[in-house]
T-cell receptor
Framework: GIQVEQSPPDLILQEGANSTLRCNFSDSVNNLQWFHQNPWGQLINLFYIPSGTKQNGRLSATTVATERYSLLYISSSQTTDSGVYFC?????????WGAGTKLIIKP | DTGVSQDPRHKITKRGQNVTFRCDPI?????LYWYRQTLGQGPEFLTYFQNEAQLEKSRLLSDRFSAERPKGSFSTLEIQRTEQGDSAMYLC???????????????FGPGTRLTVT
């Protein structure tokens, strides 16, 4: 089955810093989503991005499907950005998830 | 805009008891998914429905687990004879299949956190 690897596993930054999170996957996919899981466990959709580039405020994402990776950029980090960021990929119905990147933003 | 809702949000039960969780998807969504997430891990797929039909079940879904979506709207997930290993967050998601599209953005509910003592 498809393997999903996220890096780094942990990231600690000062408020205001920029960060890049990476997601590698082992096979071609039709679905790729980035999520932010808040401390209460809610998964918040950030991007649906099987290919191309999207931006939403301080966040942007790029997926290079032919090279099987996706990047999530967070600029000017705020403490509310803390949490776990997941990349999930799929071909038809199920999403296959990476282990996540735990991001801590210090004030 | 009503998102995916789940009930209850938390459930504590004793080993051997049966529990049932409910999920209400986004109203126009025809696909509904169940996932399970244990501490420190990403979610794992359990099963999904297209309208009322259960089309796929993971090997994780043992005989003690059963899911229904009787009228193609809300869904229930029942766990019989709970075990301590069932302790996890149970997540429900929904999506809209559009004929001709090959992939579907999934939207998640807040989850039901199950603790088996």
């Amino acid at each position: 089955g498809i393997q999903v690897e996220q890096s780094p596993p942990d990231l600690i930054l000062q408020e205001g810093a920029n960060s890049t999170l990476r997601c590698n996957f082992s096979d071609s996919v039709n679905n790729l989503q980035w999520f932010h899981q808040n401390p209460w466990g809610q998964l918040i959709n950030l991007f649906y991005i099987p290919s191309g580039t999207k931006q939403n405020g301080r966040l942007s994402a790029t997926t290079v499907a032919t090279e099987r990776y996706s990047l999530l950029y967070i600029s000017s980090s705020q403490t509310t950005d803390s949490g776990v960021y997941f990349c999930a990929v799929g071909s038809n119905y199920q999403l296959i998830w990476g282990a996540g990147t735990k991001l801590i933003i210090k004030p | 805009d009503t998102g995916v809702s789940q009930d209850p949000r938390h459930k504590i039960t004793k080993r051997g008891q049966n529990v049932t969780f409910r999920c209400d998807p986004i109203s126009e969504h025809n696909r509904l998914y169940w996932y399970r997430q244990t501490l420190g891990q990403g979610p794992e797929f359990l099963t999904y429905f297209q309208n009322e039909a259960q089309l796929e079940k993971s090997r994780l879904l043992s005989d003690r687990f059963s899911a229904e979506r009787p009228k193609g709207s809300f869904s229930t997930l029942e766990i019989q004879r709970t075990e301590q290993g069932d302790s996890a967050m149970y997540l429900c998601a929904s999506s809209l299949e559009v004929r001709g599209r090959r992939a579907y953005e999934q939207y998640f509910g807040p989850g039901t956190r199950l603790t088996v003592t």
